[in-house]
Every structure is written in C-alpha cells, then in structure tokens.
C-alpha cells in the first residue's frame, strides 16, 4: 500500500523550516501532499492563496513525492478527501506540543483513521518562522538564508510596493 501523507499549513510564505520537514517526510512516505490552507484561522494571510501555493511550487518544483494543493476547510477532512493515512505537524518548541497535541486529538475525532505524525524541527531552522519572515521582509531586512529564493523575491516585491 502507498502511504500518503499530508501537510497542511498557511505557507505565508514557505520557508526553509517547511522545507526540511517536507524534504524528511519524503524519505517516509510514498506520497507527499503539501495543502495550502484558504482559509487562515483568524489570521490575515500577507500574501494571496495563489501565490503562496505557487511558491510552496516552486520550492518544491524537485521532489516528485510532492503534490500541492490548496483547500478550503478543515484540514482533517482534506486528508480524508485526497485519501491520506496522516497529516504532519512539524514542532518547533516545546510550547507548539501542547497545542500540536490538542489540534491532533481533534484531528482524529474528526478522521479517525487519518494519525497525526510530528516532526521535530531541526535545530538549524528553530528560529525561523513565517511570522518574523514576514516582518523581516517588511522592514526591508535581507531574508535569503530563511526562504528560498522566489519567495525572498515575491517578499521584496510585496513589501517595496
């Protein structure tokens, strides 16, 4: 049986953290699905759903494992839709565990055949995270060691507007 796993997130923007779980879960699973999410959860996306999902493309355009989607709704019922046996969850710090731990309990309510498997992040990307991307971006800092290089450009063109 092919295992097929997938990742949901905002991507807002995908970042080199994102990348090494991704690049991980490759050796893992036959199927990687990398879900752009619509929808935000009370957060203001920077950048549109159709340019985080071409980014997370680009980034990616070098694993074949990948497919990138986007979707609207809950993440649980995505991975029921594309038939995949997990979703993972990458966790930075030991305070993502405690809510990575809650959203999986409420993932398998939802899918009860759908596990959720974490990832630690690698202690190289610990720091980086979407959020300070993004303000570093807009403060005109230079974020080429965090993200990939399209995403940098697609930053600084936002920002320099």
Request: proline residues 5%; aromatic residues 8%.
């Amino acid at each position: 049986m092919k295992t097929k796993v997938l990742f949901p997130g905002t991507f807002d923007p995908v970042t080199y953290g994102h990348l090494d779980l991704i690049h991980r879960a490759s050796k893992l699973f036959d199927e990687i699905i990398i879900a752009v999410a619509a929808d935000t959860y009370g957060k203001t996306a920077t950048l549109d759903l159709t340019l985080r999902q071409t980014l997370v493309q680009k980034a990616l355009a070098d694993y074949p494992k990948v497919r990138v989607i986007s979707f609207h709704g809950l993440s649980a019922q995505c991975a029921i839709d594309h038939g995949a046996q997990a979703i993972i969850r990458g966790l930075r710090a030991p305070s993502d565990f405690e809510f990575e731990q809650r959203l999986g309990a409420m993932n398998r309510q939802l899918a009860p055949n759908v596990e959720t498997v974490f990832l630690a992040t690698a202690p190289k990307y610990l720091h980086i995270s979407a959020t300070l991307v993004r303000q570093i971006a807009q403060l005109q800092g230079d974020v080429s060691s965090l993200v990939p290089e399209p995403v940098a450009q697609a930053l600084q063109k936002f920002y320099t507007k």
